[in-house]
DNA sequence: AATGAATGAGGTTTCATTCAT
DNA sequence: GATGAATGAAACCTCATTCAT
């Protein structure tokens, strides 16, 4: 008997990989059927571990989330907050990029019933918040990040990346779009007076001219264009 | 006669209108059954219009990039070059937020007759790429970035916006992450040495200490820290 | 009105036309749509003037039935009458052989209205009848056939045509077929009978050894070959 | 598990029966809704052993010529050529006659895919080829038919007889029709030569007055009429 | 009278799920 | 526990027929 429960064990554990795999490939469409073909056992072996579809898709899913956990751990023990953080989003991202579809059912589609999944995402999200609590504590991420803004930049970096054409470029792409989450350069008066930059609201950060992005300086009066060009052309146009 | 031909346009208005909402609503994988019920009409009324799903979903999505075509020439006419950009670029996300599984079924999946999108979606890219050129020229988006990298931006958007279960940030992170197009702040001598930033690849670009950016100045010597806090940090922990 | 009149009679025959040629081509599975397309006019025009498919079915056929009834009579005045009887059977198989599913519909399913038919068939049988009544009274056809006979008779030579890979052959199996009405090989009594054609029945009909028909003349010894080739032929293999 | 797959092979031969049956009755355009049904099993039942329609068509005929191919080793074995020959050709007329749907699906539409049908067909013409060559050997059939001849002419016998509102006089035409394979009458040099039966193809093989088939003997004088009835009918005509 | 858009029942096919073996 | 055959609802698509223009 425990044998057959470790060759149920076993089957589970088939299927289960299986279904990672035909549904990165082909997509959440396709039949339990193909599923059961492909990992060579019975129609009726899949619904006996996986009562459902829906079933079987959270159980994916889930699956990938307790892997993930399982690398959040590993980049907060061997980097500097800042750069675990970094490490483990880009990381998900590159992990999760042939699973979009996966990933859409949960995050798309709100009919899902959460309470399935909630083990593996909970876990999940606490790993996340505890990486980014570090970080913002070491200063390296904007203060303002909350979790859920990482779960949606996750989204957003695993869509640019199975979107984008060129493998490298899409890389790219997510790491600069990672890089929005970094504390902003700051001066010695904005780290004076943390969460109070000087001119973060009422300077202008783009010339009012061209629209150029505007360098932002602590001290000083802030500049309304970007050069002597713009300038004299607004002059101009002023008059 | 003339008659008849403008009740069947106003009958596949209709429909296209209903599909657009449904799609958007319950996904792709709603039945034509039930797009020909919302919309008032029977089952070969559509079909009439359409002769398949894949076409429909198709138009609707032509429809789509057309409206956003014509949102292109609008920022264009309105606004400077780059503020037109980041404008259209915005508003193509929030508009297609909504449409997230139409928009997917393009980007994710390979298999479409790209043929049938063709018209639109060239019309598309090349409003796209206007754009991109005009900041450019002006300065305003980094020289690097390339129409492609712009189609999987805004699908990574389109994915913040939608998975985010706050609005309001969802926006806000949608803007920081643009952002990172933006020419990142320069000096006079890299100004004047277009392409060559001076350290760009020596000069260690995040804190040794707790990996916050740094900021990328032309001349001097490079900072190894944030600041005099992770200066100090380090410096002890390197007895 | 009067020209309305002609021009609706104009689309009958256009829309008659096309079905005759569309049923033979694809079978009576097309859809009236197709045809109506073929024909160039509006679904609804096919509809005026043949209220439903079987209706229109019925119409082609009984059109060429019509037709044939005029290939009979033209047969019955230039031919003597057994040759009449047989030059028109072998014409109505070679008219319908590319009409095979029409006349299937017909023959085949006993679920028509025959009712409608009625008009056409009636004459057609009719001038079979006549045809056949005068064959047998010229003694060329043998005396226990019936018009019945003749019926399936034609069904049968229409299937082998069709049915035959090699067109040539086809016909030739036809021919060889019909033969079988021909009166069988007599008694001296019944030769001598006045008003009989002297070979008409006993002398060879085809070439003792190639098969070829064989001419048929009402005086001189019958030719047992058809040319001096065949007949040394047989000469050589009969020592 | 073998017993599992004993009921599939049972429900496979109930299904394929009962399509034969409802081709026969209603023609190939039954539903296969309707043939489920009459089969008593679910939709999806038919289709998991014939995928589509098209095969399942196919396996009906492919099952009709295996079976044919058995009747033709039986007549094979236990007549003489010649008759082994006729004997075959008017079975299968005869248990094709309810097929005729069925027949023409194959014969008349081109666009079978000839390779499924493959194995079922060539062992049928394999198995006619046999049984023609042997009569040919014989004397028994005319030196210039070919197999395709017999295909053609089996086609036109199964319409002859389906057509024929008269059951018993359609049988006798099929059968005054295949005696145009007999060779024709020959002389006496041919007539002469060994090994062939004395009145094979001189004597008539049917009743002169009421077509009945006459029983053929080796010697004595062959019989002009099936008995004193017809022979008495005769004379009195004649005077 | 002609047009062709609209209709919707019905056809084939698919597939999640159950159940006998 | 595993198997895979059976089920039947539902999807997509077709087309004979009607009807507004």
Redesign the interface.
Known sequence: MAAARADARRNRETVLRTAMCVFAEE?LGVSLGRIAQRAGVGAGTVYRHFPSKDILVEAVLAEHLESLVGAADRWAARA????AL?GFLLEVIDTSAGR??VC?AI???GSWPRAVLGAAEQRFHGALERLLRD?QQ???VRADV?V??L???L????????????QT??SR?VR??L????????T?AF?DRPGKPRHETTAPR?CA?????L??RPTGRPPRY?GPTCRQRAHRRSR
């Open positions: 997509g500097v907050p800042g750069e970094f979009l579809p859409e995050t798309t589609d970080a070491a200063g390296a909350r859920d803004d779960s949606a930049l989204a957003g970096g695993v869509a640019m990346r199975s979107t984008h054409r060129d470029r899409g792409l600069l779009t890089d929005a989450l970094r504390t902003p350069p700051v010695k780290r783009h001219e061209c629209g150029a992005r360098p932002v970007c």
